[in-house]
């Protein structure tokens, strides 16, 4: 895997439907998660910009996976709005690829924070997985 380009800025549109909503996530009566995009979706469709962004450095067998993410989420995103995501690529970290990562809605800025990535073999990574977890059947 030898890279000698920067990846391009990526990005990452959705509507925010029912599925998106923070109060999907309440298992019980008093867990309180309110009826606006959930923190998790908004920084899925931001790790989602930072991937497609890497597309063009993977070679056959290769896709990248996220390693740490560090995101403030600012404002709530009621159903039925447009956000988009960007990530830009700021800095390699040895075999980390270091994003810059927004989200927007209509109203503005709703999301930002840092991202990284690296690339795998993917047959490595599921044979790994499936290791780690054998014992757990």
Partial sequence: MAIDIEPPTGTA????????????????PGDGFPPVLA?????????LAASR????????GE???GVTIDIAHTAATPIGAKVTAEATFVAREGKLFVFEV???DPGGE???G?????????DRLSA?????CAGDA
């Avoid at 923190?39 to 790790?47: A, D, I, Q, S």
Wanted: charged share 20%; hydrophobic share 50%; net charge positive.
């Fill in 13 to 28: 549109e959705m509507t925010v439907d029912g599925a998106d909503l923070a109060s999907v996530l309440n298992q019980r």
């Fill in 39 to 47: 923190t998790v979706r908004m920084t899925g469709l931001m790790e």
């Fill in 53 to 60: 962004a890497l597309h063009p450095l993977l070679q056959e």
């Fill in 63 to 65: 896709l990248s996976v």
């Fill in 102 to 104: 927004t989200a927007h």
């Fill in 110 to 112: 709703i999301g930002r």
């Fill in 114 to 122: 840092m991202h990284k990535r690296a690339i795998v073999l993917a």
């Fill in 128 to 132: 790994g997985a499936a290791r780690r």
